[in-house]
């Protein structure tokens, strides 16, 4: 993933549905991936995130700046709703 955003992207997405699936060995080992992506490929640290009713705010740091990004609810959240919608689909591995 060249462009830093669309790191963020994933890794927030992939970090929401490893969070409401603990059990799952599959989003665990994704979510690995996409961080060591985050941390190894782009430099980022100390990453946090908020949440309202519109938007994810994503703060980081990288090169000792800190920045911020922000995606949609809906467009990280429909992944993960998609599974609970569908669960025989989304079989935990």
């Not at 989003?27 to 690995?32: F, H, K, R, S």
């Not at 980081?60 to 467009?75: A, D």
Request: charged share 30%; aromatic share 10%; net charge negative.
């Amino acid at each position: 993933m060249k462009s830093l955003q669309d790191a963020l992207y994933n890794w927030l997405t992939i970090k929401m549905i490893a969070e409401a699936r603990p059990n799952d060995g599959a989003a665990q080992e994704t979510y690995e991936l996409f961080d060591g992506v985050l941390k190894k490929d782009h430099g980022v640290e100390q990453v946090t995130i908020e949440k309202d009713e519109e938007m994810y705010l994503v703060t980081y740091t990288k090169e000792g700046q800190t920045k911020s990004t922000r995606f949609p609810t809906e467009l990280i959240d429909c992944f993960l709703e998609q599974m609970e919608r569908e669960p025989e689909k989304f079989q935990n591995y």
